[in-house]
């Protein structure tokens, strides 16, 4: 994208301010639909849509694609369902619903009568019964078929057709007389077999596909696993309906792992640093919230050990050592085993196997921990202070639990189908920051009752 100056944006607004149409086309001839859209966000709604209102379909239907979703929203409704409908035609239909599903549903059946293409409305009306989420509702229908008794001079006839209406070529599908998908036809076959009988003596078969109710996930790791650009969609009997291109997958593997950041960093909904303050402050208030609850929890906890804090000051000290290195630990282990599960190299059936080499870690990492904090506090304190052995032993114990309550959760929640995040940011830092007090106040408590201040 090009960075616009403030001398461009500047001049532009003086040009729509002025209404001048002729000025502004000019001022935006050579922009990438991308960089329109750009433009948007430092653009009013009216602004925007005297710039829009300049543009030919097909670039305003770009546009439209580009735009960030809530510019987009806004857009869309400040128009009327024909002009929307005379954008949508433009997009493959993948896009178009992608558009359409932003509106309700009294809005859709109108767009959808606008549309004079019969089969394209046809199409967009059955992806728009897949789920969002799924294969189905992520796929396209523009794409290059051929029938596997037909003779390559045919095929090459037909390919050449079908490629009229398309912007890009992927692959070759081959099907059946039934529409069953059975092959992929490689390009370099057509030049290299010009005379060949037919299609089915040198097309490539087993070609990697999906099913229309595959979630997002899956096929981002498909689509990494196989070094794919494109992925055929296939009903529950094998009939091809579409194709996944790699620009969708990603265009979703971004916005997932958008949405994971955030909840690893208490936000509870999808927020952008241009979102009103109405909208920041639901995002975040509700884990700020349980923070709270976990503070006044903790002081709940701290205020039942009154008497062993005044026999030995010194176990204040290290409260928030304990605290912070659980939620360290608890953080470091969920994260490892969320990005195993995002990426496919870690499956929820093998979690015994998972949980238990995570013990091994921790049992590693409390060893060396509390031997460190042993060497400081035998000089800072003296080698026979019950402190310094009682946050020794709680440290390697919070150590400990926080390396398998980390790795615990998170594949608990993916068993439960919840994403696996959650457990990556808030969550696990109050929970291990509660059991880790619990910990030290009963090893300390229990010491002092024991040996006093001095074992």
Not at 119 to 136: F, H, M, N, P, S
Not at 396 to 424: C, M, R
Request: proline share 3%.
């Amino acid at each position: 994208m090009k960075e616009h100056s403030s001398e461009y944006l500047d001049s532009l607004k003086a040009i729509i301010e002025r209404h001048d149409e002729e000025e502004a086309r000019k001022a935006i001839a050579d922009l990438h639909p991308a960089d329109i859209a750009e433009l948007y966000q430092d653009l009013d709604l009216e602004e925007a849509e005297f710039l829009y209102r300049l543009l030919d379909d097909e670039t305003a239907a770009d546009v439209l694609m580009e735009l960030d979703e809530d510019d987009r929203h806004k857009l869309l409704s400040a128009m009327s369902t024909e002009d929307i409908a005379r954008q949508v035609v433009h997009l493959d239909t993948d896009d178009a619903v992608d558009i359409i599903q932003e509106l309700d549903e009294e809005d859709r059946d109108e767009i959808l009568a606008h549309i004079d293409d019969v089969e394209q409305a046809g199409d967009i009306i059955d992806l728009l019964k897949y789920d969002e989420d799924t294969a189905g509702g992520l796929m396209g229908t523009e794409m290059i078929v051929v029938n596997e008794n037909w003779s390559m001079p045919q095929c090459i006839q037909e390919m050449r057709r079908q490629a009229e209406n398309l912007d890009d070529i992927y692959y070759v599908y081959v099907v059946d007389n039934d529409y069953r998908l059975l092959g992929v036809l490689p390009l370099k076959k057509m030049l290299t077999h010009p005379s060949v009988s037919k299609i089915k003596h040198v097309m490539e078969t087993d070609p990697v596909a999906v099913k229309t109710d595959t979630p997002i996930d899956d096929l981002t790791l498909d689509f990494e696993k196989y070094d794919l650009v494109a992925m055929p969609v296939v009903d529950s009997i094998g009939r091809l309906v579409g194709q996944i291109t790699v620009d969708d997958v990603m265009d979703e593997a971004r916005e997932q792992s958008e949405r994971d950041y955030q909840l690893a960093s208490g936000l509870s909904g999808d927020v952008e640093s241009d979102d009103t303050l109405f909208t920041q402050t639901k995002a975040r208030l509700p884990w700020l919230l349980i923070g709270i609850l976990g503070g006044i929890g903790n002081s709940l906890i701290l205020g039942n050990f009154e008497g062993a804090f005044a026999v030995n000051p010194a176990m204040a000290l290290f409260i928030p050592l304990i605290g912070g290195t659980g939620g360290n630990v608890g953080i470091q282990s969920s994260a490892i085993i969320v990005q195993g599960l995002a990426n496919g190299s870690l499956d929820v059936k093998s979690s015994a196997k998972q949980i238990f080499k995570e013990l091994g870690v921790g049992l590693l990492n409390a060893s060396i921990i509390s031997l460190l904090v042993f060497v400081y506090n035998v000089f800072a304190l003296g080698p026979t202070q019950v402190t310094t052995i009682a946050v020794s032993l709680s440290l390697f114990a919070v150590v400990v639990f926080a390396s398998v309550f980390g790795t615990f959760v998170p594949l608990t929640l993916e068993k439960f189908k919840i994403d696996p995040a959650l457990a990556t940011g808030p969550f696990i830092s109050i929970t291990n920051d509660i059991i880790g007090m619990v910990i030290y106040m009963l090893i300390s408590s229990s010491l002092l009752a024991a040996f006093g201040t001095v074992a």
